[in-house]
């Protein structure tokens, strides 16, 4: 197969007609025939513009644009004779999203070693959420530890909570995670999050999780977080089934300490990597809140090609169809009311669609592949951790998850970027289809935006499977890093969520028929191989997928 490095002005030509023929070897040396994907620039274009028409009104969730690009998902994957992929034969997965807001009168109070209780003002001195399926939560008289960040990082050698024991206890956290290379320097890893927190909180046991704010109750930090406080939020599936969540400020957390005879100091030095969780002896917590509850449903829709011969094996190709609605999502907009999310994620969706076309006229491969159209990624991920939080394939044998999230829009480029570069071997894997063309993997050049942990590959990684997602090639081969990243971010400014992003006839797509084509063989080299990526050594996720190796073996 031709594999010789073509210069930019071959890869142009190549791409004029809007097909880019690869020149990657498929089923990395397993004996299966080559098949050479044709993605077509102009299918996956009109294909963008239909389902990001007005009368799309913008794919918000449990709408009318919900019901017509699903309808318009299935019947083009019943053209292509694919199967349903969902649960129970389906096409689609229910995706039950539970709305809470808090009921006011909630109380707490919390009491010192000398058995004296002291009364805490809801929304005052403490803000709290029921982080129960059910709305309410009612604690009485839990013990309460503070775990500094509340971290446990084997591949760190950093153990916040020591050999502490939290089962029934309240564990006080502070945000964030230590600042420096040990924890991947500018790019956050996962432990900084509220929800890893939360996770490893229950997991050990514990009934609740508060942060603690470092500020005194009149700061304007502190002020701005009570008026956010009694927001309708919808509750991520999956989440830590903790009874409640909550933020305390600086103020409650002193006299609290100081009843169990520590100074502020017992909170400080949680940096250094020798602090150890510290009980409140004597303090324990009580309160009783709820709150009420709204339903609403939406779906994935998924569709496979079984695997012929370890179909219990399974890749998933995934994008989330939905964006952020239209006149009634956003009502009192002058103008066009309506955020068709061309880019944002009409492409994706598209991208997902035409990776199945290429891949139903390969021959079959010996794992499943499955192509998941996700719902809610814009109200937090939520259909992705719908799935992984009820798999429809068992996430222990699930081989990877490559994400698409707004296709590229650029002439050919050098760079892959990728979001969560270093976490895993996928990338070593695309770098090594990626090198013979000239081009290379990068890091998303953004550090400050957090990428890794804002589209629908990261609840697979947070469950410990190997997942992936490639970003927009700023090094141009017609023009340089300079013009690419420029192009970029005027882009991005000018149509990122709002109504702007629309289909155009315009749109460069090259970019992105190049990217597409690198991970269909990615996808389908794993489909036809019995190999597992794996994280790397000092990714956070490398627990979490060795708690189900046995699986594997």
Request: a negative charge.
């Amino acid at each position: 197969m031709f594999r010789k490095l073509m210069n930019g002005a071959a890869v142009a030509a190549v791409l004029a007609a809007g097909v880019l023929v690869s020149s990657c070897a498929t089923a990395g040396g397993t004996g299966h025939a080559a098949h050479e994907p044709a993605f077509s620039a102009e299918r996956i274009s009109n294909d963008i513009r239909v389902i990001s028409a007005d009368d799309f009104q913008g794919r918000y969730p449990g709408t009318e644009g919900e019901r017509k690009v699903l309808a318009f998902l299935q019947a083009q994957y019943e053209a292509m004779g694919l199967e349903p992929g969902g649960p129970n034969g389906q096409w689609l997965q229910p995706v039950e999203l539970k709305r809470y807001t808090p009921v006011a009168g909630g109380t707490a109070s919390w009491t010192g070693p000398d058995g004296q209780s002291h009364a805490l003002t809801v929304g005052t001195d403490i803000t709290l959420r029921a982080a129960t399926n059910d709305g309410r939560a009612s604690i009485r008289n839990a013990g309460v530890v503070f775990a500094g960040y509340g971290i446990t990082a084997p591949e760190r050698n950093w153990d916040d909570y020591g050999d502490i024991d939290v089962r029934g206890k309240v564990v006080v956290v502070i945000s964030g995670e230590p600042e420096g290379e040990l924890f991947n320097g500018q790019y956050a890893t996962n432990y900084q999050s509220g929800a890893y927190k939360a996770d490893e909180a229950f997991r050990r046991g514990a009934v609740g999780v508060i942060t603690l704010v470092p500020q005194p109750a009149s700061s304007a930090q502190w002020q701005g977080m009570i008026r956010g406080a009694n927001r309708t939020r919808t509750l991520t599936p999956g989440a830590a089934n903790l009874e409640f969540s909550g933020v305390i400020n600086h103020d409650t957390a002193f006299a609290m300490a100081s009843a169990a005879g520590l100074g502020m100091e017992s909170f400080g030095n949680t940096a250094g990597g020798s602090f150890k969780a510290v009980p409140l002896t004597g303090v324990s917590l009580s309160l009783d809140i709820s709150e009420t509850i709204e339903t609403l449903v939406t779906h994935n829709l998924l569709a496979k090609i079984p695997g012929t011969e370890r179909p219990n094996e399974t890749i998933i190709y995934s994008a989330h169809w939905d964006h952020v609605g239209g006149a009634e999502q956003h009502a009192g907009v002058e103008g066009d009311n309506i955020w068709n999310g061309a880019w944002d994620n009409a492409s994706g969706t598209i991208g997902v669609l035409e990776m199945a076309r290429q891949l139903s006229r390969a021959p079959r491969p010996e794992r499943t592949i499955v192509f998941a159209h996700m719902a809610a990624e814009e109200m937090g991920l939520l259909g992705a951790y719908a799935y992984a939080a009820d798999p429809v394939y068992p996430l222990e044998t699930t081989v990877a998850d490559i994400n698409i999230d707004m296709l590229p829009l650029s002439g050919p480029t050098r760079d892959i970027p990728i979001f969560g570069k270093g976490q895993n071997d996928l990338e070593d894997r695309l770098e090594a289809l990626a090198a013979p063309l000239g081009r290379y993997v990068s890091d998303d050049h953004q550090p400050e935006q957090g990428f890794y942990y804002r589209s629908d590959h990261f609840p697979f990684a947070r469950m410990g499977v190997p997942a992936i997602m490639p970003w927009h090639g700023w090094d141009w081969v017609d023009g340089g890093r300079e013009a690419g990243e420029a192009a970029w971010r005027a882009r991005f400014a000018a149509d990122y969520h709002k109504p702007s992003d629309e289909w155009s006839a315009d749109w460069d797509l090259r970019s992105a028929v190049e990217n597409l084509t690198l991970l269909y063989h990615l996808g389908l080299d794993l489909a036809n191989s019995d190999e597992w990526p794996g994280w790397k050594p000092t990714s956070e996720f490398a627990q979490v997928r060795a708690r189900s190796d046995a699986a594997r073996r």
